[in-house]
C-alpha cells in the first residue's frame, strides 16, 4: 500500500502496531484541517510490525502522550521535503490531562473541575500514579 | 512563609517528625507556656465523615492552644449537601480559618483543598488512602512508651489490606533503623502490593503469618486493628478466621513484659476488656498523645513554635 510522501509536516513513526488511534485520540488529531494518514501493520526491521501517523502540516505535538505511549516513538519534522528534525522521546515525569484515574474513590471522579494527574512512579516498568489517591494507572 | 501541608507522612522528614515529637513532649511537660499561643487564630474542622478522636483531638488540641474552632461534623451539615465541590467549600472556608483540618471519604481530597488555598491543609483521613495525624500519634506514643523508634519488632494484626493506619505506620516506620515488621492477617487481608514493594525495597527484615500465637513471644509492640465482616468474600472464611484476631489475656501470655499494645481505635471486639487492665495496654495513653501531637503540628504549620517577641 502507497500512502504519499508528506512535504511539510510531521511523520510519528515506530509507534507499536495497534496503539496509532490511541494516539490519534489522545493528540485530538481529528481537530485538524489538514490531511492525516494512519498506517497500521506497516513492515518494520525492528519490531516487525508499526504504526505510522502522518500530518500534513506542521503543528504543535503533545510529546509526553507521545513519550507516555511508548518512548521509543520518533517524530520526524518536514520542511519542503526534507528532515529538518527527528525527535527522540523519554517517559514523561508527569502527565496531565492525558489519561484518567479510574479508581473509584478517587476525588477526581466527583470534583468536575479536576485536571487528572499521574506522576511516573515506577521507570522500569513504565508505572504512573494518579497524584490524588496513588492508585496506579491501568489500561 | 512556605505554606506547609500535611497530606502524607512523607511531607515531613524524620527531622522535621522528630521535632515535633520533641515539641509535643514540651507541651505535655509545660503546657502553661502553649496555652496561649494561638490566641486570635481560628482552626476550621471540616469533616465529611464521622470522627470522634480526630476531630474531637483537633479541636481540643487548638482549644488548649488558646485559639477558636469552627466547622462541621458531617457533610449532612455543610453546603457539600446541597452539592458543593471540595474547592469551593476549601476557597470559602481559606476567607474564615488560620488553619484547616479536613477528613474526606474520596481519596485525594485534601491534595485538592491545599491546591485551592493559602492557609496550612491537615488530612485527617482521606478513604482508604493516608491517615497522617494517627501515624504521629503512633509515633508519639512509641516514642514515649519504649524510648525509641528503631530496633523494634513491630507486629500488626488484622485488616492489612484496608487499614490505612497500619500502611502509613509502616511507611514512617520503615524510616528508621533496624525495625523489623511482622505482618499478621489472614490470606484475604494482607497488604497490599505497593508496600510490599517498600519493605523489599528497603531491604528490612519482614515476614507474613496467619496466627498472633505463632509470634507473640517475638513482639515489641502490637498493632490491632478490626477484622470487618464486610471485607470477606464469603461468611465462612469470616467465621472461620476473625477470633484469631481477637486479642485475650490467653493469647498475651508468651508476650514480652515490656510489649506495647496499640490500636487506632475505635475497637469493637478485636481486643478483649480484659486486656484493658494490663498495663502493656495503651491504647487509650495512644488517644491523649493524639492530641499533643497534634498541638504540636497545628504549632509546626502556623510557625508558631517559638515565643513571639
Not at chain 2, 484496608?162 to 509502616?170: D, K
Not at chain 2, 507474613?208 to 486493628?225: C, K
Request: negative net charge; aromatic residues 6%; charged residues 25%.
Amino acid at each position: 500500500m502507497n500512502v504519499d510522501g508528506v512535504s511539510t509536516g510531521i511523520v510519528i513513526d515506530h509507534i507499536p502496531a495497534g496503539k496509532s488511534m490511541e494516539i490519534y485520540r489522545l493528540l485530538h488529531l481529528e481537530k485538524l484541517t489538514c490531511s492525516v494518514a494512519i498506517v497500521q501493520n506497516a513492515q518494520s526491521r525492528k519490531r516487525g510490525k508499526k504504526d505510522i501517523i502522518k500530518i500534513d502540516e506542521n503543528i504543535t505535538l503533545n510529546l509526553d502522550v507521545l513519550g507516555f505511549i511508548d518512548p521509543d516513538i520518533t517524530v520526524n519534522m518536514i520542511q519542503d521535503g526534507q528532515l529538518t528534525k527527528k525527535k527522540h522521546l523519554e517517559l514523561p515525569e508527569t502527565l496531565t490531562g492525558v489519561i484518567r484515574c479510574k479508581n473509584p474513590r478517587c476525588i477526581t471522579t466527583v470534583e468536575q473541575e479536576i485536571v487528572h494527574a499521574f506522576k511516573l512512579t515506577d521507570r522500569e516498568k513504565r508505572q504512573y500514579s494518579c497524584i490524588y489517591c496513588d492508585t496506579a494507572y491501568t489500561e | 512563609m512556605e505554606i506547609r501541608n500535611l497530606i502524607s507522612i512523607t511531607d515531613f522528614s524524620i527531622e522535621e517528625i522528630d521535632r515535633m515529637m520533641d515539641l509535643a513532649e514540651d507541651i505535655i511537660q509545660n503546657p502553661e507556656t502553649y496555652q496561649h499561643r494561638c490566641a486570635g487564630k481560628k482552626l476550621a474542622t471540616l469533616f465529611f465523615e464521622p470522627s470522634t478522636r480526630t476531630r474531637l483531638s483537633f479541636e481540643a488540641a487548638m482549644m488548649e492552644l488558646g485559639g477558636n474552632v469552627l466547622g462541621f461534623s458531617s457533610s449532612d451539615s455543610s453546603s457539600a449537601a446541597k452539592g458543593e465541590s471540595v474547592s469551593d467549600t476549601i476557597r470559602t472556608v481559606g476567607c474564615y480559618a488560620d488553619i484547616i483540618a479536613m477528613r474526606h471519604p474520596k481519596e485525594g481530597a485534601p491534595l485538592i483543598a491545599a491546591q485551592r488555598t493559602t492557609v496550612p491543609i491537615i488530612n485527617g483521613g482521606d478513604g482508604g488512602h493516608h491517615h497522617p495525624t494517627q501515624t504521629l500519634t503512633d509515633l508519639l506514643t512509641i516514642k514515649r512508651e519504649k524510648g525509641r523508634l528503631d530496633h523494634l519488632t513491630v507486629g500488626l494484626c488484622g485488616d492489612l489490606q484496608f487499614g490505612r493506619t497500619v500502611h502509613s505506620l509502616i511507611e514512617a516506620m520503615l524510616r528508621y533503623p533496624e525495625n523489623r515488621f511482622i505482618l499478621i492477617s489472614p490470606e484475604e487481608l494482607r497488604v497490599p502490593a505497593y508496600i510490599r514493594d517498600l519493605l523489599w525495597a528497603a531491604g528490612v527484615e519482614w515476614k507474613q503469618v496467619e496466627h498472633m500465637e505463632q509470634v507473640m513471644d517475638q513482639l515489641d509492640i502490637l498493632y490491632m486493628t478490626r477484622v470487618q465482616r464486610e471485607r470477606f468474600f464469603n461468611e465462612q472464611d469470616y467465621i472461620r478466621l476473625k477470633d484469631s484476631y481477637i486479642l485475650d489475656m490467653n493469647k498475651l501470655k508468651p508476650a514480652k513484659k515490656d510489649l506495647i499494645i496499640l490500636h487506632p481505635l475505635p475497637r469493637v471486639n478485636e481486643i478483649s476488656i480484659e486486656v484493658d487492665d494490663d498495663p502493656r495496654a495503651c491504647y487509650f495513653t495512644q488517644a491523649l498523645c493524639g492530641k499533643y501531637i497534634r498541638m504540636a503540628l497545628i504549632l509546626t504549620l502556623l510557625d508558631m513554635t517559638k515565643e513571639a517577641n
